[in-house]
């Protein structure tokens, strides 16, 4: 499985922006997908993930109620819709997928990152 991100950019705060996440090769009902970031100087941080088979979504408590990630099976994308951006959600967006249930501790497939800059 490969993944590729994009959709990142430059915007103001308050606004919204739409990552997407493509996945050639086949993904099974058994895998989760989700998003990362990484801000400069810190630890990539979980961000929320999608059980691929049953559209179930989970979010960390620092971007609940702000982002929403939702999947088109036909497709094989994900989406990472963020909303009300703050300057300090700049960062490098990463999506990544998981089949052994680690999405949010280790994920098995990585995408290629997508930087997100917020102007103040």
């Known amino acids: 499985v490969q993944l590729q991100a994009s959709g990142g950019g430059l915007i103001q705060a308050g606004g919204s922006l739409r990552l997407s996440c493509v996945a050639s090769?086949?993904?099974?009902?058994?895998?989760?997908m989700g998003w990362f970031r990484q801000a400069p100087g810190k630890e990539r941080q979980f961000l929320g993930g999608?059980?691929?088979?049953?559209?179930?979504?989970y979010y960390a408590a620092s971007v609940k109620g702000r982002f929403t990630i939702s999947r088109d099976n036909a497709k094989n994308t994900v989406f990472l819709q963020m909303n009300s951006l703050k300057p300090e959600d700049t960062a490098v967006y990463y999506c990544a997928a998981d089949y052994r249930g680690k999405l949010t501790t280790n994920p098995y497939y990585w995408g290629q990152g997508t930087l997100v800059t917020v102007s103040s």
């Open positions: 999608i059980t691929w088979s049953s559209g179930s979504t």
């Open positions: 090769g086949r993904i099974f009902s058994s895998y989760d």
